[in-house]
Antibody, heavy 115, light 112 residues
Framework: QVQLIESGGGVVQPGGSLRLSCAGS????????VHWVRQAPGKGLEWVAV????????YYADSAKGRFTISRDNSKNTVYLQMNSLRGDDTAVYFC????????WGQGTLVTVSS | DIVMTQSPLSLPVTPGEPASISCRSS???????????LDWYLQKPGQSPQLLIY???IRASGVPDRFSGSGSGTDFTLKISRVETEDVGIYYC?????????FGQGTKLEIK
């Protein structure tokens, strides 16, 4: 069955960096776009970034532009989100989801930015 | 950027009764291919979001037929014909027309 598993979350100080991973299985990973979506505690969903199936196209929300970098390694069936210059308002559960219509989601990984 | 606005934000419903959620976009979501790039998601308590409806009106695999989506352009509606207790959660609309996606604020459905 289709599965997406996020990892790499944790506690980081303001200004710090973190790299999240999203590992896919049960489908042809290299054929699908992958998105990152986040949810701050008690808040709604916020789309963060997307990478095309072959990595040639990447788009970012304004809140992520210049600080976050999305990438993928199809040989490892994994998409990454490198997050730099982290701020308190980046504290959230980060989900990855596949395809244009986000038809499958991972369970999320919690990122806490705090001193 | 496209702004998505949902209403109501809170929706108390008696089991067996219908429910309706509205979603409006700041720009038309109608693609030249004739499809509206508007999706609906449900996030049940403690769970990840799940896709309910895509392209405005197409139910995702396994979604009960009591859920239906309608609308075109900038005005969309999600309807539940008869609410069940398992439908509790937060419903989000999302536009998938532009590369930079955006979600509505969410509508919390609760059982009376």
């Amino acid at each position: 069955q289709v599965q997406l598993i996020e990892s790499g979350g944790g506690v980081v100080q303001p200004g710090g960096s973190l790299r999240l991973s999203c590992a896919g299985s049960g489908f042809i990973f290299s054929a699908y776009n992958v998105h990152w979506v986040r949810q701050a505690p008690g808040k709604g969903l916020e789309w963060v970034a997307v990478i095309s199936f072959d990595g040639s196209n990447k788009y970012y929300a304004d809140s992520a532009k210049g600080r976050f970098t999305i990438s993928r390694d199809n040989s490892k069936n994994t998409v990454y989100l490198q997050m730099n210059s982290l701020r308190g308002d980046d504290t959230a559960v980060y989900f990855c989801a596949r395809d244009r219509h986000l038809d499958s989601w991972g369970q999320g990984t919690l990122v806490t930015v705090s001193s | 950027d496209i702004v998505m606005t949902q209403s109501p934000l809170s929706l108390p419903v008696t089991p067996g009764e219908p429910a309706s959620i509205s979603c409006r976009s700041s720009q038309s979501l109608l693609h030249s291919n004739g499809y509206n790039y508007l999706d609906w998601y449900l996030q049940k308590p403690g769970q990840s979001p799940q896709l309910l409806i895509y392209l405005g009106s197409i139910r995702a695999s396994g979604v009960p037929d009591r859920f239906s989506g309608s609308g075109s352009g900038t005005d969309f509606t999600l309807k539940i014909s008869r609410v069940e207790t398992e439908d509790v959660g937060i419903y989000y609309c999302m536009q998938a027309l532009q590369a930079l996606y955006s979600f509505g604020q969410g509508t919390k459905l609760e059982i009376k």
